[in-house]
């Protein structure tokens, strides 16, 4: 209901009172000249004229009251009316008010110059002010723009368009600018007049923070496209291409400014071959190698991987293709097999290759005899010494080559290791045509050779096995031609051929290479015999003893398999390895609780007379964190017969906190007048002197070799005590550490706690 409504309900009630007065005036007025001009026309008498002027007042009263009655009673209704009209409309307003406060907008309404009227409760908010400084203030100053160039704006927009919106910036109460979006409007009236404004307020922090992540998310995922190994391509329904990645650029040639929106099948129609109709039939991925020629020139392997594209509801929107070049790694698997298979210097087959194919062969021409050889060049090892192994790798490239023109298409040719050779010759006819062979390899590799402007004179050495009549299979005449090769090279023949002779040598191959893939496969396990004060029995050290079981031979001697690891260089690795492990189980114990004074460890004068042999020893010990005082080296007396190379050694291992002492003392030949000056803790007294304890000769012995270390100032340890008797003979002495098989033979490591747990 409009305000025209109302002011013209309080219009009529103000005037009502002075109609109401008027109306009585003039009925009074007429009614009284009227009447009175009857009765005196009509009534005679003074008792008539009164009765009748009595008559005429009550019927005035009657007459006016009835009209009065008639005319406010109208009125009422008129009114009442009203007020069911107004008590509608307030029910209205009400209700309006209610929708007003619930907008989730802040609503603003000024008059035509701008003064606010109306604002609901979310405009309060956003403005953080109270109503009350709200109304009666122009918007301006109630919205509290960041810059006031924002008002000239709205107006000058408003009066030419009759709204305006935008993205403000306001400030809250607490002095935060916040994101807002505000429009606005002016209202007319029916007569075009400007009656009011009204604007809507909206709260856009949440949008706009979304709208950063948003733009974050892209600007990531544009980065992840930019930079990914692989190359991303999107392609629409109509084939259109809409991504293509610097990666895809990369690997296919092809420019994005030239692929973009072009479609598929004029930029690279091979990459959807076969990929649509699987897509659309099988499933939403796909992959497949393929050979793609780059616009360089050359050719691309790739694995393509296809995978359809939806929209947020399910509808199918386009393809995607991740490029993937797996060129460089194609050739790599390429190299590898190749390797896998052949030596990579001669282009032969390596010794596995030869294995499976020699084996072949036999297999195939079981009826028929084979020759087998294996040929190593004399001294090899000095030629990379003297000259480099860049120098060697080529020797032994020209010895293949010549080995192939020997040999040509009469067997197979194979390098088996470092500078050795295999050949197989299948069906021979008679031992004279490998003899001749024989010659002639040796007559062509014993010739001068020239390589990079060095003359070198190389010599050969062959080693010749049969099938059948060696062994039956090709491992076991590898192992008889090898046997064969040894006696050749300690013999100084040329070739030499298998006799059964020469199995101890063949012996001694099996327990090298057994203890080389021993070694390698830690199978070498440790013993740990204890060191006693035999005075009060308590646990002095352990001593760390290699012991090897064999899976077929089964328990292997130490002096079968030490020997041989010295003759062949794998004490080198073994050692280490046994450092470690004892260190490893050092820290087990630790760590269980166990207390253990000290471990030693055997080294060998091969070992100890390695250059790096100290800072190994100082770099293990690091890495296990093991505390000076309790690595104990146990060193033969051949060490020190090289006094003066070997002194600077033992002085930094002292300084480091190793303990040494001398093994099996009084077996070898060390010089009295070092003993003095060697920083030694320990000597330990041989087996074979405490066993002659029993004898005079033998006590002497023992008294001597105790004498000489007290007068050193080093510690005595009797090692081998087997009785009662050698015991209390070396404690009479002043030997008090003893160990023997009297007070605990090698036990295993898990044996060791319980040995603790009786001391």
């Known amino acids: 209901m409009g305000n025209n409504f109302y002011d013209a309900k309080i219009h009529q009630l103000r005037q009502f009172p002075t109609k109401f007065l008027i109306l009585h005036l003039l009925i009074g007025l007429v009614w009284i000249t009227t009447s009175d001009q009857i009765v005196e026309v009509f009534v005679e008498g003074a008792e008539s004229l009164s009765f009748v002027q009595s008559l005429k007042g009550w019927l005035y009263v009657f007459v006016t009251g009835m009209f009065f009655y008639y005319y406010l009673t109208k009125e009422t209704k ?13 029910e209205e307003i009400m209700l309006t008010n209610e929708a007003f406060n619930n907008l989730d907008q802040g609503l603003i309404i000024t008059d035509e110059n701008g ?53 403000v910036f306001m400030e809250d109460g607490s002095g935060n600018v ?108 796909y992959k497949q190698h393929r050979e793609v020629k780059h616009t360089g020139g050359q050719s691309k392997y790739l694995q393509l991987t296809y995978s359809n594209l939806y929209n947020q509801d399910g509808k199918l929107i386009g393809m995607q293709v991740m490029v993937s070049d797996f060129t460089t790694e194609r050739e790599f698997k390429r190299e590898i097999n190749y390797l896998e298979h052949f ?72 390098r088996l290791k470092g500078d050795e050779f295999g050949i197989l010759i299948s069906n021979v006819n008679n031992y004279a045509d490998i003899k001749e062979l024989l010659q002639t390899l040796k007559n062509e590799l014993n010739q001068p050779t020239t390589i990079r402007d060095e003359i070198i004179h190389p010599t050969i050495s062959i080693g010749i096995a049969y099938y059948p009549q060696d062994d039956h299979d090709f491992e076991g005449i590898y192992q008889k031609a090898n046997a064969a090769l040894k006696n050749a090279k300690v013999d100084r023949e040329t070739y030499s051929f298998y006799e059964p002779s020469m199995n101890d040598h063949l012996e001694h191959y099996f327990y090298e290479n057994e203890l080389h893939r021993a070694i390698l496969n830690e199978e070498i396990e440790l013993h740990y015999q204890p060191k006693i004060d035999m005075k009060t029995g308590s646990i002095q050290g352990l001593e760390a003893l290699a012991r090897w079981y064999h899976p077929e031979k089964g328990t292997i001697s ?157 510690d005595i340890v009797g090692e081998g005590i087997e009785t009662s008797d050698q015991m209390n003979y070396l404690l009479s002495i002043g030997c008090r550490i003893g160990q023997g098989f009297y007070f605990a033979r090698p036990m295993p490591f898990e044996e060791v706690q319980q040995l603790y747990v009786t001391h």
């Open 78 to 90: 008129r009114n009442i009316n009203f007020y069911q009209k107004l008590q509608d409309n307030e």
């Open 115 to 167: 003064y606010v009227l109306k604002v609901n409760k979310q405009f309060e908010d956003m403005v953080n002010l109270p109503v009350d400084e709200i109304i009666g203030e122009r918007y301006e100053r109630v919205l509290q723009f960041e810059t006031k160039d924002s008002y000239r704006k709205i107006r000058r927009q408003l009066e030419s368009e009759g709204h305006w919106e935008d993205e």
């Open 178 to 285: 916040m994101p807002r979006y505000f429009t606005m409007h002016k209202v007319l009236d029916e007569h075009g007049k400007l009656t009011n404004y009204f604007g809507f307020l909206v709260d856009i922090k949440e949008t706009k923070q979304k709208d950063q992540i948003l733009h974050v998310t892209r600007n990531q995922l544009h980065g992840i496209l930019e930079h990914s190994p692989l190359g991303i391509i999107a392609i629409n329904r109509k084939g259109l291409i809409n991504v293509w990645n610097g990666q895809a650029e990369e690997i296919l040639g092809i420019s994005k400014q030239d692929a973009l929106n072009q479609p598929i099948t004029n930029v690279k129609p091979i990459l959807l071959q076969g990929a649509s109709t699987y897509l659309a039939s099988e499933g939403d991925i």
């Open 343 to 414: 030596d990579y210097i001669t282009g032969l087959y390596n010794f596995n290759t030869f294995n499976e194919e020699a084996a072949r062969k036999i297999e195939q021409n079981k009826e028929q005899e084979h020759a087998f050889m294996i040929l190593d060049i004399d001294r090899f090892h000095s030629i990379n010494q003297q000259y480099g192994t860049e120098f060697g790798d080529e020797v032994i490239l020209s010895i293949a080559k010549t080995i192939k023109q020997v040999v040509k298409s009469r067997g197979i040719i194979a």
């Open 558 to 714: 130490p002096g079968v398999f030490i020997p041989i690891a010295e003759e062949t260089g794998l004490i080198f690795s073994m050692t280490d390895y046994v450092l470690k492990r004892a260190c490893a189980d050092y820290v087990k114990w630790r760590d269980e609780g166990i207390h253990i004074p000290s471990f030693s460890v055997n080294i060998s004068a091969k070992q100890f007379s390695k250059r790096e042999f100290v800072s190994n020893v100082l770099e293990i010990l690091e890495d296990y964190q093991i505390p000076a005082g309790v690595l104990e080296i146990e060193i033969t007396e051949s060490i020190t017969m090289n006094i003066d190379n070997n002194m600077p050694k033992l002085n930094q291992l002292r300084e480091a906190g190793v303990m040494i002492s001398i093994d099996d003392f009084g077996t070898g030949y060390s010089s009295l007048r070092y003993m003095r000056d060697l920083p030694v803790d320990f000597v330990k007294i041989d087996r074979s002197f405490i066993s002659m304890i029993g004898q005079s000769d033998g006590k002497n012995m023992v008294d001597f070799m105790v004498d000489l270390a007290k007068l050193c100032e080093i």
